[in-house]
């Protein structure tokens, strides 16, 4: 096959770079050029792939911050009122300078394909303005709508029939009449200011050509019908270089007692109130060892069975780990239950909802439904997935199907086969 020249493009926070550090790394493997335009802080990493670094425009690059520093109004709004502040803030307030980025990096070198997150909306626009095919990798649960399935957004529980599908249809009516409306009218603004086609209502952005969806159908809401173009690659992780194992390591791998590991990701770990402290004081009493990730917090005095550090070697933790405690971040999610790790999840921003709601309808863990669980809950929850066989037995068979994947080859096939099929 031809060597092909690709175009990367995604939003600059690790959630959305990270799932595709392995598709750039099988696509050079095999001879391809691969630039991407991304956040400065991820130049390294993109780099270490052996893709060329492309810089966005400053104005839209995060450079590290956290979401909350970027946005301080943030702070002041809660439920829907935030979700939609996110919604245009991070999403479609960026189109027009990520369009103008790839015009550039387009100019310099025209491309085959433009291969994106599904959150950088700039590569879709510009393809429907004439610019080259764009392929669409999810980067969160599916968003494409389906009668079949809860409208996403507010992490429903999936029923089946037709009282659940007339469930979704008036949920979904709410939602984009109401919840989403303005931020439609927003969306819709920014496109007619570009002379870009306005395109179907919805916050989907599933490419036409192929949808590269990071995990496996199995953790999916079942739909009656699936787009040929949308493909389930597997856990889409990246394998860096091993966190250093911390000096307390020796006692937990051999103390013969169940391990918890409890996080709240790299996003949402502000305030470790919500997730990480509960725990850790609901497990104080339980015959467990609890292991905390604390980023750059410190927890001060700890209950003797608790052990922290501020990153874990998760290629040697999770396989020792008997529960996940987790806000619902996606990718930790895809790397627990690819090691057959069951969960019990506590999220209620950005996709987390949705990332839940699979959680509990594979059978694989328990959905608190809540943001900031109380330690009872917890600790019942906990004590719900360990003494019982069939979450385990859940996440055993996903991590089954993940091991069936070889996530960044099976991408790269993919994009290579798209392209041989267009020729």
Known sequence: MRSLDLLFATVPMPGHVVPLLPIAR???????????????????????????????????????????????????????????????????????????????????????????????????????????????????????????????????????????????????????????????????????????????????????????????????????????????????????PSTPLPSWWGRIASVGKPIVHVTQGTVADTNLGELVRPTIRALSDEDVVVVASTGSHDLGPLPANVYTAPFLPYEQLLPLTKVMVTNGGFGGVQLALAEGVPLVVAGMTEDKPEVAARVERSGAGVNLRTSTPSEKAIRAAVQKVLGGSAFRGRAWELAAEYREHDAGELSADHVEALVCVAA
């Open 26 to 240: 099988a696509l050079v493997s095999r001879g391809h050029r691969v630039r991407w335009c991304t956040g400065r802080v991820f130049e390294e990493r993109v780099v270490a792939t052996g893709a060329e670094f492309v810089a966005m425009d400053p104005a839209i690059d995060h450079n590290g911050r956290n979401v909350s520093d970027l946005f301080p109004e943030r702070a002041r709004l809660t439920g829907v009122a935030k979700l939609r502040h996110d919604l245009v803030s991070l999403f479609l307030d960026p189109i027009p300078a990520q369009v103008a980025d790839l015009r550039r990096a387009l100019d310099a070198q025209p491309a085959d394909l433009v291969l994106h997150d599904s959150a950088h909306l700039g590569a879709a626009v510009l393809e429907s303005l004439g610019g080259p095919r764009a392929v669409t990798v999810g980067v969160t649960p599916m968003v494409l709508p389906a009668p079949d399935v809860p409208p996403f957004g507010p992490g429903l529980r999936y029923r089946s029939g037709s009282l659940g599908r007339l469930r979704n249809t008036t949920v979904r009516a709410l939602l984009d009449n109401g919840v989403f409306k303005p931020v439609y009218q927003h969306r819709d603004r920014i496109l007619r200011e570009l002379g870009a086609p306005l395109g179907p209502r919805g916050l989907s952005s599933v490419s036409p050509h192929l949808h590269l969806q990071n995990g496996v159908a199995g953790l999916e809401h079942p739909r009656e019908f699936l787009p040929p173009q949308v493909r389930f690659v597997g856990a889409l992780v990246d394998p860096v």
